[in-house]
């Protein structure tokens, strides 16, 4: 629910900060009432699913990743919108290294080795959700 619902939300507000930086100003685009509305009803039907009881609730460890998944998702998808005219390849590549970037400590915590001792019913349902499933 906190993915399916923010991830409108962070699009919309990350698409009109692109739009006040943008340098050949060809768009004048304003802000709608029913663009405030939808996304004022999305927040509030969020919260209303989400049935939290607190702040602390909302960014609790696990709901931090699902909101830094949708922020994420959401930059990708106006990255991907505003590269039209750029090779499939290049936007594959600075994808790709912005995600190694991100995640490259990994490679430093001893514990992430560890996967490689693990049985071989893991592996047999990593191979399933990684290439069987998509």
């Given at each position: 629910v906190l993915v399916t619902t923010m991830i409108p939300i962070f699009s919309?507000?990350?698409?009109?900060?692109?739009?006040l930086f943008q340098k050949d100003k060809?768009?004048?685009?304003?802000?709608?009432?029913?663009?405030?509305l939808g996304l004022f009803l999305g927040l509030l039907s969020g919260f209303c699913l989400l049935n939290l009881g607190s702040l602390e609730d909302l960014f609790g460890k696990f709901n931090i990743l699902f909101l830094t998944c949708s922020f994420i998702w959401a930059l990708i998808a106006v990255f991907n919108h505003k590269a039209k005219g750029a090779h499939p390849l290049a936007i594959n590549f600075y994808?790709?290294?912005i995600s190694v970037l991100m995640f490259s400590w990994v490679l430093f915590d001893v514990k992430s080795y560890e996967i490689f001792h693990f049985e071989f019913k893991f592996?047999?349902?990593m191979f399933v959700v990684a290439f069987l499933s998509t």
């Open positions: 919309y507000f990350i698409f009109m900060i692109a739009i060809k768009s004048t685009h304003k802000i709608t009432k029913s663009e405030i994808i790709n290294l592996w047999i349902s």
